[in-house]
């Protein structure tokens, strides 16, 4: 009886703890234009009009123009990536 009651506990945790994993991501949405970088292999990214910048990881390919304005909404992930728009100097 007390190892039926030990697994019923161990179980009972094991649902709860697979509850707190949280999906929560910040929406972000605003307008910008695309830009290419050609440093670290060149990629796209965006710079908004409120001057963020965002390296957006599935841009499709119709929006892979630099210096195409967009409307854009998406999820900010903490994700490690080699490459970033950073802090950018335009002339």
């Not at 965002?54 to 903490?78: A, H, M, T």
């Amino acid at each position: 009886m007390r190892t039926l009651n030990l697994l019923e506990v161990l179980l009972f945790c094991l649902i709860i703890l697979s509850g707190c994993v949280s999906n929560d991501y910040d929406i972000v949405e605003g307008k910008g234009t695309v830009i290419y970088l050609d440093f670290e292999g060149g990629f796209y990214g965006i710079i908004a009009d409120d001057g963020e910048h965002y390296d957006p990881i599935n841009l499709p390919s119709e929006f892979e123009v630099d210096s195409l304005r967009v409307k854009f909404k998406g999820k900010i992930r903490d994700t490690f990536i080699v490459f970033t728009c950073g802090e950018l100097s335009l002339n």
